[in-house]
C-alpha cells in the first residue's frame, strides 16, 4: 500500500471510531493512534503510538497523514494548531456514502460522516464535524472547528461561526446567521440569529444562557 494512504489518529474514543470507519472506506490503512495514555477499550486493536507532544511527532510526515479524531471542538482546534505548527500532513475524510457537491468546500482536517449531504457553493471550514445524515444546504458557511450533529439541517444560506455545535435534528432556518462559540440544543429549531457565546434550545429556539 502506498505511504500515502497510511493515516495517524489523534485521539482514539467514540468519535475516533467514526473516523476509523471512514478512512478505511477510503483505503486508508490506518497504522496507529496518538493521545495522552493508551486506551483500555480497543475494538479496532490499533497500535498506540504515545503521546504525541513527547515524540519525535515530525517522524509521522514520511509515513502519512495524522487526522484529529475528538469530538470536542476546542480539543480538536488545539490538536490542529499542534498537527499545522509540525508542518504535519493533513487531510479531509468524507464517508463514500455522503454527498459532497463538486462546487462545495471541505476544510482540511474535516470530517463528513455516512449519508451527510453538503450542497453547492457550502463552505465548510478546517477541523469541522458533519456527522451522520446531516444536510448543509446551498450556499451555507460553516466555521472552523464546528460540530454539525447527526440529523441537523442548515437551510440555504446560513452562516455559522468558529467553534460552534449545532445538536442533533436541530433545524436553522434559511438566511441565518449564527456567531462563534454557540451551542444549540438537540431537536432545536432557530428562526433567529444567534449572537456569540450563547446557548440556545427549543422550538422556536430561544436563549437559555
Known sequence: MSKSKNIFLLGYSGHAFVILDIALANNYNVRGYFDKKEAA????????????STIDIKSVLEKGY?????????????????????????????????????????????AVAPNAIVNSLAQVGDGCIINSGAIIEHECKVGDFSHIAPGAVLA???????????????????????GDNVTIGAGSVVLKDIPNGEVWAGNPAKRIK
Open 156 to 178: 440555504g444560506n446560513i452562516t455559522l461561526g468558529t467553534l460552534t455545535f449545532v445538536g442533533a435534528n436541530a433545524v436553522i432556518k434559511q438566511g441565518i446567521t449564527v
Open 41 to 52: 477499550f480497543n475494538p479496532y486493536k490499533l497500535a498506540y503510538l504515545g503521546d504525541e
Open 66 to 110: 495524522i487526522f484529529p479524531a475528538m469530538g470536542s471542538n476546542s480539543i480538536r482546534k488545539k490538536l490542529i494548531t499542534f498537527v499545522k505548527d509540525y508542518g504535519l500532513n493533513q487531510v479531509k475524510l468524507i464517508d463514500p456514502s455522503a454527498r459532497v457537491s463538486p462546487k462545495a468546500q471541505i476544510g482540511s482536517s474535516s
